[in-house]
């Protein structure tokens, strides 16, 4: 799988995957609902996210809005993706969005249909995935 520490490094790739997995397969990767927050796409429950035992995140700021950067955590182990379809998935959201930052990945976001749709701070519906911009 190409580039895991890019990945890492932009979480806002995670719902990128997750959407796509579900254009091409029919199920999310991680099985998580996202939220449409201004910064963009965003687990439901993030909050709740850093005060998991081994999770490393710095907080960052845009403007007056609070946010979480998450980074890898030395050590910490995952389960393994196993599944080809998945690596695909994964591999090809780095390939569109790897060397982006979080803000142009935000501003890709916020035209996806998925996001304009969908009022702030509702759940996205995974039903926009057929109109997603990459395939």
Do not use: C
Request: glycine letters at 6%; a negative charge; proline letters at 4%.
């Amino acid at each position: 799988m190409a580039g895991k520490d890019k990945f890492s490094k932009k979480p806002k790739m995670l719902w990128y995957s997750d959407i796509l997995n579900f254009k091409r397969y029919g199920k999310s990767i991680t099985g998580l609902a996202y939220s449409a927050l201004p910064l963009g796409a965003v687990p439901e429950g993030h909050e709740h996210i850093v005060l998991l035992d081994g999770v490393s995140f710095d907080t960052v700021f845009y403007g007056e809005k609070e946010a979480y950067r998450f980074k890898p955590t030395p050590g910490l182990e995952f389960k393994a993706i196993s599944d080809d379809e998945e690596f695909k998935t994964i591999d090809k959201v780095i390939s569109e969005f790897g060397n982006l930052s979080t803000d142009e990945i935000v501003d890709k976001m916020h035209n996806e249909d998925a996001y304009k749709y969908t009022p702030s701070y509702k759940l996205i519906s995974y039903s926009f995935a057929d109109q997603l911009s990459i395939e």
